[in-house]
Antibody
Framework: EVQLVESGGGLVQPGGSLRLSCVASGFTFSIHSMDWVRQAPGKGLVWVSR????????YYADSVKGRFTISRDNAKNTLYLQMNSLRVEDTAVYYCTKDYQGLSVWGKGTTVTVSP | QSALTQPRSVTGSPGQSVTISCTGTNNDVGAYNYVSWYQQYPGKVPQLMIY???GRPSGVPDRFSASKSGNTAYLTISGLQAEDEADYYCCSYTGGGLVFGEGTKVTVL
């Protein structure tokens, strides 16, 4: 079964850091680009970041550039998102997605809450 | 990276057809044939409905079709069913990353 499982979310104060992880199974992780997408409570989907299969291409939304870092470990079938200098507006459910012919596989998401 | 423009809501009766528009720019929708559409029920994970402008993943009913003209993409739901009531988001490649639409709530009367 193709599956993505996120973890690492939680409650953090403004200015703090969190590292999200996403473990992939059921497909060849190392040949696919991967993306992070977030959704604030009651709001729409927002693309956050993408990393190509071998890590050679990395892209960020302007809203997180310089604060978030995407990475991957193909040997561990794991995608990461290091989030620093967190802001209240970063509060959202963060989804890990497989980027092949659209965002074809989504994890269940992990919730990040940034609050004083 | 402004969000793509979608109507906030669309309403139709069972059996009717509804079309959702998704307007971008020459830098996203108009530049690439990489528009996708996602369906999301409240509290649930989004699901891919259309990829590469008009491709339909296996398992997606053929009632869902899509197209693109210039800077605007379209999703059409034919033979509307009660189960189609959900939020729908378009998404376009931007030359590196992606940009989503604001989302459209489809209501089935």
């Amino acid at each position: 079964e193709v599956q993505l499982v996120e973890s690492g979310g939680g409650l953090v104060q403004p200015g703090g850091s969190l590292r999200l992880s996403c473990v992939a199974s059921g497909f060849t992780f190392s040949i696919h680009s991967m993306d992070w997408v977030r959704q604030a409570p009651g709001k729409g989907l927002v693309w956050v970041s993408r990393i190509k299969s071998d890590g050679s291409g990395i892209y960020y939304a302007d809203s997180v550039k310089g604060r978030f870092t995407i990475s991957r470990d193909n040997a561990k079938n794991t995608l990461y998102l290091q989030m620093n200098s967190l802001r209240v507006e970063d509060t959202a459910v963060y989804y890990c997605t497989k980027d092949y012919q659209g965002l074809s596989v989504w994890g269940k998401g992990t919730t990040v809450t940034v609050s004083p | 990276q402004s969000a793509l423009t979608q109507p906030r809501s669309v309403t139709g009766s069972p059996g009717q057809s509804v079309t959702i528009s998704c307007t971008g720019t020459n830098n996203d929708v108009g530049a690439y044939n990489y528009v996708s559409w996602y369906q999301q029920y409240p509290g649930k994970v989004p699901q891919l409905m259309i990829y590469d402008v008009s491709g339909r993943p296996s398992g997606v009913p053929d009632r869902f079709s899509a197209s693109k003209s210039g800077n605007t993409a379209y999703l059409t739901i034919s033979g509307l069913q009660a189960e189609d009531e959900a939020d729908y988001y378009c998404c376009s490649y931007t030359g590196g990353g992606l940009v989503f639409g604001e989302g459209t709530k489809v209501t089935v009367l």
